[in-house]
């Protein structure tokens, strides 16, 4: 099932509703090759959203589709923070999209993708909806993800990492989680500071301190806690969760 039938058939959240409803609205809307479905009437006279989700009771379908749309939005938003849309990161995108929405969705996908592109986005905006809808957990993920567009060309450019820390804050991420996901991204680096950076510690902290700290971000960090948003969420969690084992053997293998 395609991305527009999964809007309509598989049914949303909060999504439908606030600022991401109305992108999507608008991506869609401006859209001319979309078959008999007419997803203007889904946009107001004002240019707002019609969508109206319930934010109290979503279906773990729901939780899935709202996760994926939101993340349309914001693959857009650091794509183009650097004022240049690169292969490489269309390529990482339309991977994912690949093993979340199939050739179909994909490609219908890319179509607002493309919209949203050519879109004005309102990052604290959205940003504040997904913080006041979507788990913790999820969130991380979320930022985790950005961060592997932005890093798709094997370089996070200071303009795409700037708004990604913006969506974060603005979803209300810990300032110490934030720098964890980041340092995933680093660990290239020949220094050990990295890894400190992923377990949250200080270069002065103990063996004891780095296998508590090993136990808490593997906690946190279990694919398990993303397991509503489906299977290929899980797999991309399972890489977070190595990175995190990764840190803790080589700071433990260098005490």
Known sequence: MGIFKTILF???GF???????????????????VGKMNYSKFIEDDGTSSFNGNTKHFTKQQTANDFKIALLVMFAAVMKADGKILKSELTVVKQFLLKNYGEEGTLEALKI????????????????????????????????????IADADGEIHPDEETTINRIAVGMG?????????AAMFRSHQQDNGWAYNVLELEPSASQDEIKKAYRRMAMKYHPDKVSTLGEEAKAQATERFRKV???YDLLMNNK
């Open 10 to 12: 598989g049914g949303l």
């Open 15 to 33: 999504t439908l509703g606030g600022p991401i409803g109305m992108l999507v609205g608008i991506a869609i809307a401006g859209l001319t090759d």
């Open 113 to 148: 993708l493309k919209a949203l592109l050519n879109t004005q986005i309102d990052v604290d905006a959205v940003s504040k909806q997904c913080s006041e809808n979507m788990a913790y957990s999820t969130r991380l993920h979320l930022v985790h993800l950005l961060y592997s």
């Open 173 to 181: 991420v810990t300032l110490a989680d934030l720098q964890s996901i």
């Open 245 to 247: 084992k990764e840190a």
